[in-house]
């Protein structure tokens, strides 16, 4: 599910995602960059969440600033199994975008 986004609400440059694994823990990590297709697909569909701005850190240890959203977005990825600290090591690809 997508919990946040880098840039802009309506014109993001990347996500930032969560799942939950087998074993009940919430990993997250970024996307890759949007193709235009899903950034398509996702107008009008991202929200923000109360939160203002979250400052956090991403993969090896990139620091990054992203918008929290309402996590009512749900967008299919490839994800190789590399992990760090509980997220994902590599940035994520985005296939598309599910239907509400």
């Known amino acids: 599910m997508v919990i946040g986004v880098l ?5 993001p440059t990347a996500l930032v995602l969560a799942v939950v694994d087998d074993d009940g823990q919430v ?3 970024l996307s890759a960059t949007l193709s235009s297709w899903v ?15 979250v400052t ?3 993969g090896l240890g990139e620091q990054i600033s992203y918008l ?6 749900v967008v299919e990825c490839r994800v190789d199994a590399a992990r760090c600290a509980g997220g994902f090591r590599h940035r994520v690809p985005v296939q598309r975008v599910r239907a509400r």
Do not use: E, H, K, Y
């Not at 840039?7 to 014109?11: M, P, R, Y």
């Not at 950034?39 to 701005?53: D, F, I, K, S």
């Not at 929290?68 to 977005?73: E, G, L, N, T």
């Open 39 to 53: 950034l398509a697909a996702l107008q009008g569909r991202l929200r923000p969440a109360v939160r203002a701005a």
């Open 7 to 11: 840039g802009a609400l309506d014109s």
């Open 56 to 58: 956090a850190r991403a």
């Open 27 to 29: 990993r997250t990590g």
């Open 68 to 73: 929290p959203v309402r996590p009512d977005v």
